[in-house]
């Protein structure tokens, strides 16, 4: 029906409003109760323009990320510095925050595809397909509805692709980046892998102290920095760059993921 508002891909806004409050409520116990969320940056979030805004973060989970950076965003918005009021900033939310999610990850049940109401831009991934490495050229609607979002309001991407740490960053985020010339601030969070399982639905382990430091935005020069120059300045950024494994070990890393996936998960009860 033509009254009925939506956001720009066509979601009902009441009932993206109605998701988010729902969803949001579920899950704030698991940032501010089950486990403790600290963030840095809350201030610099209340400076950004309402759209034209790219978040690029390292990526641990395929949805408890997303969830973490929605509860912040719009409690930071509300005024607030801590997630200890989620009634008042769920019920007053920024509804122009979309996400980057692999188009095959949204479609795999029922509650992906609600998430997907949320904000999910979904794209098909060039490089990998069902857990298997494949080539395929990109499509020119997924970075066109990535374009959209930008100028509607604010995109969270994770530019690895991959829950994986130290993983390469993909072209197609710094092409975007010189197309779009958005504001990009850079997240580095941690302990969410340790938190919950891959994909973020379940808790794994309770009293895991996460972190979630929001940067000041990245200096590009859109017209003269290079692909390969923007992709540097973001792997630094959410401190991602190989640089770095001279200070945290790939060995180590990968030893500590193998640890992970053998732990056995489990769920809360009598809460």
Not at 96 to 102: F, L, P, S, T
Not at 127 to 148: L, Q, T
Request: aromatic share 10%; charged share 25%.
């Amino acid at each position: 029906m033509a009254w009925i508002k939506k956001d720009i891909f066509g979601h009902p806004l009441f009932l993206k409003r109605l998701l988010i409050f729902i969803f949001g409520m579920i899950s704030h116990r698991r940032y501010h109760k089950f486990n403790k969320l600290q963030v840095d940056g809350w201030d610099l979030l209340r400076m950004l323009p309402d759209d034209g805004v790219l978040f690029v973060s390292n990526h641990q989970t395929y949805f408890a990320d997303v969830a973490a950076m929605l509860h912040v965003f719009n409690a930071a918005l509300n005024g607030q510095n801590n997630l200890s009021k989620p009634w008042k900033y769920l019920s007053n939310i920024k509804t122009n925050i979309y996400y980057v999610a692999a188009k095959e990850t949204m479609e795999s049940g029922l509650l992906p595809k609600l998430f997907k109401i949320v904000g999910a831009i979904t794209v098909e991934r060039t490089w990998r397909h069902a857990g298997k490495d494949v080539k395929r050229p990109v499509k020119f609607k997924d970075i066109s509805n990535i374009s959209r979002a930008l100028k509607d309001g604010w995109v969270i991407t994770f530019p690895q692709g991959t829950t994986r740490a130290f993983k390469p960053i993909r072209k197609g985020t710094a092409h975007i980046i010189k197309q779009n010339k958005p504001i990009v601030v850079p997240i580095v969070i941690d302990g969410f892998r340790r938190a919950f399982d891959r994909k973020g639905l379940l808790i794994k382990k309770q009293g895991i102290l996460q972190t979630m430091v929001i940067k000041a935005p990245i200096p590009i020069d859109y017209e003269h920095d290079t692909v390969d120059e923007i992709i540097e300045k973001i792997a630094y950024g959410i401190e991602q760059h190989p640089e770095l494994l001279k200070v945290v070990p790939q060995e180590m890393i990968e030893k500590q993921e193998e640890l992970n996936k053998k732990r056995r998960f489990w769920t809360i009860k009598d809460y």
